[in-house]
T-cell receptor, first 113, second 112 residues
Framework: GAGVSQSPRYKVAKRGQDVALRCDPI?????LFWYQQALGQGPEFLTY????????KSGLPSDRFFAERPEGSVSTLKIQRTQQEDSAVYLC???????????FGQGTRLTVV | AQSVTQPDIHITVSEGASLELRCNYS??????LFWYVQSPGQGLQLLLK??????LVQGIKGFEAEFKRSQSSFNLRKPSVHWSDAAEYFC??????????FGAGTRLTVKP
């Protein structure tokens, strides 16, 4: 596609449920980023992939958060045993090569009830 | 690590008036600087970026920003605001390791 695509756009999860958020980056983009944006805040870095390699996961808030990009294209962010504080918009971005110029998807709004 | 401060949480301007959104950064080396805009329910759209060279950069939708190293600032400006500019604006600073940090954002309201 022409842009970064994220699905689902909205997700409501019961506390304790596992969720999986999908990101389809722009075709050919090597780098992929995940950000978490809480209400009224700026995006916070979660993790970064270059192709299939996860080079930085320092922003993942706990071991309940796990991200993968097994074939260097589509990425999945998984959150296990969701908690209310996980409620946020999760943004995915991709960039060409090692460029820091990233293009963002529309995000997935996760609400944990 | 780098960090970004956007001192103004919310700004209101009249349509047709000029606009300046402030951004201050902290980073030990020459930073990569960005301004993004986010409309409700939308992702982040890049307005402009500074990597090197001319410190006054032009972006889309009539926006510009000026990098001032001495003040560690990268303020966003527009000479005449349109109602469609109402949105949330984020300043971001990037380092060479692809680590990009965002400010908390400034919400712009445009009065008719």
């Amino acid at each position: 596609g022409a842009g970064v695509s994220q699905s689902p756009r909205y997700k409501v999860a019961k506390r304790g449920q596992d969720v999986a958020l999908r990101c389809d980056p722009i075709s050919g983009h090597v780098s992929l980023f995940w950000y978490q944006q809480a209400l009224g805040q700026g995006p916070e870095f979660l993790t970064y992939f270059q192709n299939e390699a996860q080079l930085d996961k320092s922003g993942l808030p706990s071991d309940r958060f796990f991200a993968e990009r097994p074939e260097g294209s589509v990425s999945t962010l998984k959150i296990q045993r969701t908690q209310q504080e996980d409620s946020a918009v999760y943004l995915c971005a991709s960039s060409l090569g090692q460029s820091i110029l990233a293009f963002f998807g529309q995000g997935t709004r996760l609400t944990v009830v | 690590a780098q960090s970004v401060t956007q001192p103004d949480i919310h700004i209101t301007v009249s349509e047709g008036a000029s606009l300046e959104l402030r951004c201050n950064y902290s980073y030990g080396a020459t930073p990569y600087l960005f301004w993004y805009v986010q409309s409700p329910g939308q992702g982040l759209q890049l307005l402009l970026k500074y990597f090197s060279g001319d410190t006054l950069v032009q972006g889309i939708k009539g926006f510009e920003a000026e990098f001032k190293r001495s003040q560690s600032s990268f303020n966003l400006r527009k000479p005449s605001v349109h109602w469609s500019d109402a949105a949330e604006y984020f300043c971001a600073v990037g380092a060479g390791n692809n680590d990009m940090r965002f400010g908390a954002g400034t919400r712009l309201t445009v009065k008719p």
